[in-house]
C-alpha cells in the first residue's frame, strides 16, 4: 500500500519562478521568504550554509537539495558568518524596476571560490500548502547521497532551471510539473532518511502499517461518516489502542486529522471557485453548509466566502504579476507571486 502516494495525490504545484545565481566567496544573502510558497535550493561547486531563524546554521553540500516548505525567511552564504546582503537590495540592483515571473539569473560575491546555485519558488495547492507543507519542518536538507536517487534530483533541479531560462514554449507548466516532482522525491527521501524526525506528525504515523490503513482510508472516502470505531477497524485494532497509538505518532486524534484534512480539501474547492457552499460542505462530509461554514472559520480563521474571496484576490495578483504589469498592494496573508525575495 503506497501511501505517501494517496496523501500527495492532488498536490499540485500552481506557479514556479526559478533563478540561477552564480556565487563567489565570500558571499552572503539574506531572503525574507515568501509567505505560502516552497523554496528549493540546489548548488554545484563550492560548499555552502543556510539557517533559519532559531536554528543553527547548517553546512550544505554540492548537490544536496535544500528545501524550506512554507518559504520562511533564512539566511545563506559561503561561510557561517558572512555578512549577508538582502536579496531585495541585490535584485534591486541588478534588475531594477517591476519583475515578472520570467527567470532569473545573476552574478554576486567576491570573486573567491564559486558555487553555482539553482533556486525555485514553488505555489502549491491549498490542499498541499494545509495538509502536507505546514507540518513538516520549516528547513528540509536532504544530502545527495541519502538516496540512490540524490544524484538524480539534483540533476532534475539544475535541469529544471536550466530548461526555464530557456523559456521555451511550455516553460510555466514545465516548471510546475518538475517542481511537483522534486517535492514529491524530497518528502520520500525526508521521510525514509535515518534522521527524520522523531516529533509526532503525519510521516510517523504514515510508517506505521496499521494507522497508515486508516490514514488512506480518510483520504479515499472523506466524506464518510467516520468514526474511532470504523478507523480501529481500519487498522485491525481496538478503538482504545488505535486512539492511543494515533495520537502517540501523529499528535492528534483520528477525528481531529480527519476534520482537518477535510478542511484542507474544502479550501481547494473555495479557492477553485468552480462549487456552490452547499457542494463543497457536502463534499467535505457536512450535511448543513452552516455546520460547514462554522467549522470552516474554527479551522481558517475566516468564513468560506471570505477565504474564497481572499484567494481570488491572490490569484488575481498572480496574474497581474504574470503579465508584468507592476505588483499590487500587498495584504496580509496575501502576497503576489514575485521574484523580489528569492
Given amino acids: ?39 528549493i535550493r540546489m548548488v554545484r561547486g563550492a560548499p555552502w550554509w543556510v539557517a533559519v531563524a532559531g536554528q543553527a546554521p547548517q553546512r550544505v553540500a554540492p548537490g544536496d537539495l535544500v528545501m524550506l516548505p512554507l518559504g520562511a525567511p533564512h539566511v545563506m552564504g559561503s561561510g557561517p558568518d558572512v555578512p549577508a546582503l538582502p536579496f531585495a537590495a541585490l535584485l534591486e ?59 538524480g534530483l539534483a540533476d532534475t533541479m539544475q535541469a529544471l532551471v536550466t530548461e526555464t531560462l530557456d523559456q521555451r514554449p511550455g516553460w510555466r507548466v514545465s516548471a510546475s510539473r518538475m ?4 517535492l514529491i522525491n524530497l518528502l520520500r527521501a525526508f521521510l525514509t532518511a535515518q534522521r527524520a524526525p522523531t516529533e509526532a506528525g503525519w510521516w510517523r504515523g504514515l510508517a506505521d502499517p496499521a494507522l497508515a490503513r486508516a490514514i488512506a482510508a480518510m483520504h479515499r472516502e472523506p466524506a464518510r461518516a467516520w468514526t474511532v470505531a470504523a478507523l480501529a477497524a481500519e487498522a485491525a485494532m481496538s478503538r482504545s489502542r488505535f486512539s492511543d497509538r494515533f495520537r502517540g505518532l501523529v499528535g492528534t486524534t483520528p ?13 481547494e474547492q473555495l479557492e477553485a471557485g468552480l462549487l ?27 468564513s468560506p466566502t471570505l477565504y474564497a474571496r481572499r484567494e481570488g484576490a491572490r490569484r488575481t495578483a498572480m496574474g497581474r504579476v504574470d503579465a508584468a504589469a507592476p505588483a499590487p498592494q500587498n495584504t496580509p496573508g496575501n502576497d503576489p507571486p514575485s521574484s523580489s525575495r528569492f
Avoid: N
Wanted: net charge positive; charged share 20%; hydrophobic share 50%.
Fill in 1 to 39: 500500500m503506497d501511501v505517501l502516494s494517496e496523501v500527495l495525490s492532488i498536490c499540485r504545484a500552481e506557479r514556479a519562478v526559478t533563478a540561477r545565481f552564480q556565487l563567489s566567496a565570500p558571499w552572503g544573502l539574506r531572503s525574507e521568504g515568501v509567505a505560502g510558497s516552497a523554496v
Fill in 93 to 151: 540592483r541588478r534588475t531594477p524596476g517591476a519583475r515578472d515571473e520570467a527567470p532569473l539569473q545573476l552574478q554576486y560575491g567576491g570573486g573567491g571560490e564559486s558555487s553555482d546555485m539553482f533556486s525555485a519558488l514553488l505555489w502549491f495547492s491549498a490542499y498541499c500548502r494545509h495538509s502536507v507543507l505546514r507540518i513538516l519542518p520549516p528547513l528540509l536538507h536532504v544530502p545527495a547521497d541519502a538516496l540512490s536517487a540524490g544524484m
Fill in 179 to 182: 517542481g511537483e516532482l522534486l
Fill in 255 to 267: 477525528m481531529a486529522y480527519l476534520a482537518a484534512h477535510r478542511m484542507a480539501l474544502a479550501a
Fill in 276 to 302: 456552490p457552499l452547499a457542494k463543497v460542505a457536502q463534499d467535505a462530509g457536512y450535511e448543513s453548509d452552516k455546520v460547514f461554514a462554522r467549522a470552516f472559520r474554527r479551522w481558517a480563521g475566516v
